[in-house]
Nanobody, 118 residues
Framework: QVQLVESGGGLVQPGGSLRLSCVASGSISRISRMSWYRQAPGKEGRELVADIGPSGITKYVESVKDRFTISRDYAKNTVNLHMNSLKPEDTAVYYC???????????WGKGTLVTVSS
């Protein structure tokens, strides 16, 4: 089992920055890749925002490229999402997601709300 706890959300003005963190606990040695998803208010489904694989290769949705950076700190069992130049359309609940192997399972955090508004 893996538990994921997000933090760092809040209210920020357009153009501002936030850093989200996700701490993993439990069977962390089996985690292969970690990601951040988001769900905007009133919208169905979650959107993959950023992903980091076991080799450190990262992927981003087009709308956040050059503004967001995902990183993983193995020593602290965390995955971070640095968000710069935030826009109102970035407003969403951001969820941490992890995939573990042997056995293959996926896990979600409970989410942290990011609101970008003046």
């Amino acid at each position: 089992q893996v538990q994921l706890v997000e933090s760092g959300g809040g209210l920020v003005q357009p153009g501002g920055s936030l850093r989200l963190s996700c701490v993993a606990s439990g069977s962390i040695s089996r985690i292969s890749r970690m990601s951040w998803y988001r769900q905007a208010p009133g919208k169905e489904g979650r959107e993959l925002v950023a992903d980091i694989g076991p080799s450190g290769i990262t992927k981003y949705v087009e709308s956040v490229k050059d503004r967001f950076t995902i990183s993983r700190d193995y020593a602290k069992n965390t995955v971070n999402l640095h968000m710069n130049s935030l826009k109102p359309e970035d407003t969403a609940v951001y969820y941490c997601y992890a995939i573990s192997v042997s056995p293959s399972r996926d896990y979600w955090g409970k989410g942290t709300l990011v609101t970008v508004s003046s």
